[in-house]
């Protein structure tokens, strides 16, 4: 909580400095975006257990704040509410002598994010620009929620069964605060309408207890594409 403050905290000094500097030909703008989140979540392998990680759908919406700080060169800090997460496929297999027990499971998890990305943005051509800078994310909660099947053997004896679930994540075993960094680019068809990329990459792990090496610890990761509407 204390860094997602201190994220504010910059973008708002940004924001005084940048009034200071930007030219009346230049002027700062508002507006709001919206587009389609591909998520997924880095994993970790163990013994006997395998996963395969796909892209979850989802959303993100909000607004931002346009400061320009030189000819080509301009600031947006963002205020976002974002869905990541992840589809996941798993297989847990694992026996001795006559007894075998497999497990298939296929779910979704889904976590909500109010992010504030703060990205400094080079403009190419008037319409076209690139952007880089970091994330700053706060967890308000999320949902995990699919089904699995079980089967097992015992001898010449073979049971099956399935099941379904949908739970609310245990917020306790997970970072509250998320850290980023975002690379992406966008384009103005108008001096008002433009469309946007973007991919962010989490540094900040997952779990609050991930004990896996710092190379294979969950992290939040997403491709999103939208639209842009500035207020002139």
């Known amino acids: 909580m204390r860094k997602l403050f201190m994220g504010l905290a910059f973008a708002g000094c940004l924001f005084v400095n940048a009034q ?4 009346s030909s ?27 990680e796909k892209l979850k759908p989802g959303f993100n919406a909000g607004v931002f704040v346009n400061i320009p700080v030189a000819e080509k060169f301009s600031i947006q800090p963002e205020l976002l509410f974002s869905q990541l997460g992840s589809k996941t496929e798993d297989y847990l297999n694992f026996g001795s002598n006559d007894h075998r027990y497999r497990r298939t499971s296929t779910y979704t998890t ?18 076209l620009y690139v952007e880089a800078g970091p994330e700053f994310g706060l ?12 089967t097992e053997s015992i001898g010449s004896q ?8 949908s739970n609310k994540i245990p917020k306790e075993l997970y970072n509250k605060f998320n850290f980023g960094i975002g690379i992406g680019a966008g384009y103005y068809f108008t001096q008002s309408f ?12 997952l779990l ?12 939040n990761n997403a491709i999103q594409v939208g639209v842009a509407y500035k207020f002139k």
Not at 26 to 44: C, D, L, Q, R, Y
Not at 110 to 127: D, S, T
Not at 139 to 150: H, I, Q, R
Not at 158 to 165: A, E, G
């Open 20 to 23: 200071e500097k930007v030219k």
């Open 26 to 52: 230049s002027p700062i703008t508002f507006g709001v975006k919206a587009g389609f989140n591909a998520s997924t979540v880095t994993s970790n392998d163990s013994y006997n257990y395998d996963n395969n």
């Open 110 to 127: 889904n976590f909500n994010y109010l992010v504030l990305p703060v990205m400094v943005q080079y403009n190419i051509l008037p319409q």
């Open 139 to 150: 967890l308000l909660g999320g949902k995990s929620k699919g089904d699995f099947t079980v």
């Open 158 to 165: 073979t049971n099956t069964y399935s099941d379904s679930f």
């Open 194 to 205: 433009g469309v946007t990329a973007r991919f962010t990459a989490g540094l900040t792990a």
């Open 208 to 219: 609050k207890n991930d004990i896996s090496e710092n190379d294979n610890k969950s992290r």
